[in-house]
């Protein structure tokens, strides 16, 4: 999907705003997937992705990109300074560039990840755009799922954790995991059929 034209400043900034706010179930699946659990009982993604997209906003004139996946690419950038400048003033360290490179990195890792859980091989331009839209609708059915179901789809398919180290995590039985996994998916599948209803 392309972004609208740069033929008017003002519309633009609107549209690139609306645009925004449609990412924000997936940078908080992103940032969600970039904390283990001591740092999400410490450290409020919610708050995290919210000055992302206030940042955002502020300087959407410095956004030259055309395309939803330039803006994901844009708005990743921009949540990885901002981890990490939340996970710096949690251990009270200095500036580290390289935490945030690093999570840069994470995050892009774990798109991609994502990506190919919902891809196929060769796609066209079309292809793409749908491709993107579904991205987003995943990350907007994840927030739906009760919190043990999302956490162990997000742990299993989009960390690739074994069902193990998922049952390990959750202080659950591989039994139990492989239970909220079905559950899980059947849930993602049910919320994604019916948001392409509407």
């Not at 392309?2 to 179930?25: C, I, M, T, V, Y």
């Not at 940032?31 to 009982?41: G, H, I, N, P, S």
């Not at 659950?172 to 919320?191: D, H, I, Q, Y």
Request: proline content about 3%; hydrophobic content about 40%.
């Amino acid at each position: 999907m392309k972004l609208p034209p740069d033929e008017n400043g003002s519309k633009r900034n609107g549209d690139l705003s609306e645009k925004f706010n449609a990412f924000r179930p997936y940078l908080l699946m992103l940032a969600r997937l970039q904390f283990d659990e001591m740092l999400q009982a410490k450290l409020d993604e919610s708050d995290i992705v919210q000055q992302t997209l206030l940042e955002a906003h502020r300087s959407m004139g410095d956004f030259r990109g055309k395309t939803d996946e330039e803006m994901a690419g844009w708005l990743r950038t921009i949540l990885a300074r901002n981890l990490a400048d939340e996970l710096r003033k949690f251990r009270r360290d200095k500036r580290d560039i390289r935490l945030e490179a690093s999570l840069h990195a994470a995050m892009n890792q774990s798109s991609v990840r994502i990506e190919r859980w919902l891809a196929t091989e060769d796609r066209s331009p079309s292809q793409c755009a749908m491709a993107n839209e579904q991205l987003l609708a995943l990350a907007a059915a994840l927030m739906k799922l009760p919190q043990d179901q999302r956490r162990a789809v997000e742990l299993f398919h989009l960390q690739g954790h074994s069902s193990a180290q998922v049952a390990s995590r959750l202080d659950r039985s591989e039994v139990a995991v492989a239970g909220l996994l079905r559950r899980g998916l059947e849930g993602l599948r049910e919320l994604m059929r019916e948001d392409n209803v509407r």
